[in-house]
C-alpha cells in the first residue's frame, strides 16, 4: 500500500489544475472490483430476504428494488465518469451542491416531511421511493475540501487559520445529521474530512487534538440517552444483554460462528429467519459469514481491499492536487463506511446504523455510491498508469 508520506508529497507535488483534453480509458481494475461488489450484494441480498419476501409473493422482491437503486445508480455512473473532474472544483458548482445539500439535510428534520423509521428521522420520499439527504451530503462534504484544500495547501499547517475554518462546514453538516439522529454517518463525514486534510499536509499534532475533541464529542452524545449508553456498552458482552441492546450483535456472533469456515451455503442459513433483526440492511455481513463461512467473508474484506488500493492508485497517479484529494476523499468515504460497518457486525465496534456499501439494501445508498466511483473513473481517465 502507499504511505501517507508519498501521498503527501505527490499531492503538494500536484500543480494547480490546467484545463486539457487528453482522453484515456477508465480504470479497468476498478471497474471490475466494483461489479464483483455488486454481484456479491445480490446474491448477500437475496439470501438475508428470500425467505420474508415469499410472504409478499415474490422471493425477488428485495433483489428487484436493490437492481433499480442500481439501474438508476449505473445511470449516473455513465454520466459522472464522463463528466471532466474538474467541473466539481468549479467554485459555482460546489456552492450549489452545499446549498442543496444543506437545504435537503434541514427540510429532513421537519415532522411530516421527513420518514419516521425505527426512532430516527433520516429518509425523503421522493416519487415513492425513499431517498437519505445524508448519503448526498457524504459525497458533497469530499467535493467541498478537496476542492478548498487544492488551493489552501499552506493553510493546513495551521490549527486555527486552517483547519478548524476548513472544518466548519463538515461539522455543520455532523450536527445536522446528528438531529435525526445518525451519529455513525455524521461521524464517517468527520473521519473522513480528518484524513483528507491529513493528506493535504496537516500536523499529526493538530489532528491528534482535533480526534480527541470529536471522541470526547462522541463520547458524550452516546453517554446522554441511556439507550444509547446500553448500545455503546453491549458490545463488550452482547449476550449478557440478549433481552436488550445486546441481542442484534449476539444474534449476528451466532450466524458468523455457525458459518464455519466455508458456511452453511446460499440461503441455508437460520438467522435471517426472523432471529437477526435487519438481516439485509445494517447486518448483512453476518448473513455472508453464516451463508458462506469464514472464506466468503475474507473474499468481501479483500474486495474492499482492493478498491481501497485501486482508489489510492487513482490518486496516486492523478496529473493534479483536486483530482489526487478527490480520489483519495471518496475512496476513504467508501472503505472506511465498509470496516465501520464490519467492525460493528464482528463484535469489535459498537453497534451502528451504517449500512455495508454495494451490499445493504438502500435504493440511495447504491445510487450516490456508483455516482460517486463515475467520478473515480472520470479521475482515472487522467491518471498515469490507469489499467
Not at 73 to 102: C, D, E, H, K, N
Not at 155 to 168: D, E, H, M, N, S
Not at 358 to 379: C, K, M, P, R
Request: hydrophobic letters at 50%; charged letters at 15%; a positive charge.
Amino acid at each position: 500500500m502507499i504511505s501517507h508520506e508519498e501521498l503527501t508529497q505527490k499531492i503538494h507535488r500536484r500543480p494547480v489544475p490546467r484545463l486539457r483534453n487528453r482522453p484515456a480509458p477508465v480504470d479497468r481494475t476498478m471497474l471490475t472490483i466494483v461489479t464483483l461488489l455488486l454481484l456479491a450484494g445480490l446474491v448477500a441480498l437475496f439470501s438475508a430476504t428470500y425467505y420474508q419476501a415469499v410472504d409478499h409473493g415474490d422471493a425477488l422482491l428485495e433483489v428487484k428494488r436493490q437492481l433499480i437503486g442500481i439501474g438508476l445508480g449505473l445511470v449516473l455512473m455513465g454520466v459522472t465518469s464522463r463528466i471532466p473532474y474538474r467541473l466539481w472544483q468549479q467554485p459555482r458548482i460546489v456552492a450549489i451542491g452545499l446549498v442543496i445539500s444543506f437545504a435537503l439535510l434541514l427540510v429532513v428534520l421537519i415532522p411530516g416531511i421527513g420518514v419516521f423509521r425505527n426512532g430516527s428521522r433520516r429518509w425523503l420520499n421522493i416519487a415513492g421511493q425513499s431517498f437519505q439527504p445524508s448519503e448526498f451530503a457524504k459525497v458533497m462534504s469530499v467535493i467541498y475540501l478537496a476542492a478548498t484544500l487544492s488551493f489552501r495547501l499552506p493553510q493546513v499547517k495551521k490549527l486555527f487559520r486552517g483547519i478548524i475554518p476548513l472544518l466548519l462546514l463538515p461539522a455543520l453538516m455532523f450536527l445536522m445529521i446528528l438531529q435525526q439522529p445518525n451519529l455513525s454517518t455524521a461521524g464517517s463525514i468527520m473521519i473522513v474530512a480528518l484524513l483528507m486534510i491529513l493528506l493535504a499536509g496537516a500536523k499529526w499534532r493538530h489532528l491528534g487534538l482535533m480526534g480527541i475533541a470529536g471522541l470526547a464529542v462522541g463520547f458524550v452524545y452516546a453517554w446522554s440517552e441511556p439507550y444509547r449508553r446500553e448500545r455503546l456498552l453491549s458490545f463488550r458482552d452482547p449476550f449478557a444483554q440478549m433481552s436488550d441492546e445486546g441481542y442484534q450483535l449476539a444474534q449476528s456472533l451466532i450466524a458468523i460462528g455457525s458459518g464455519g469456515l466455508f458456511g452453511r451455503g446460499l440461503g441455508q442459513g437460520r438467522q435471517k429467519f426472523s432471529y437477526l433483526p435487519y438481516p439485509e440492511s445494517d447486518f448483512i455481513f453476518a448473513i455472508v459469514g453464516e451463508d458462506f463461512g469464514l472464506m466468503g467473508c475474507l473474499v468481501v474484506i479483500v474486495l474492499f481491499l482492493a478498491l481501497a488500493f485501486a482508489g489510492m492508485r487513482i490518486a496516486v497517479n492523478c496529473s493534479d492536487r483536486f483530482g489526487c484529494l478527490l480520489a483519495a476523499g471518496l475512496t476513504a468515504m467508501i472503505t472506511i463506511q465498509a470496516f465501520i460497518n464490519i467492525g460493528v457486525v464482528i463484535g469489535i465496534l459498537p453497534t451502528t446504523g451504517l449500512p455495508l456499501p454495494f451490499f445493504s439494501s438502500g435504493g440511495s445508498s447504491i445510487t450516490i455510491l456508483l455516482a460517486s466511483v463515475g467520478i473515480l473513473l472520470s479521475i482515472s481517465k487522467g491518471s498515469k498508469g490507469a489499467v
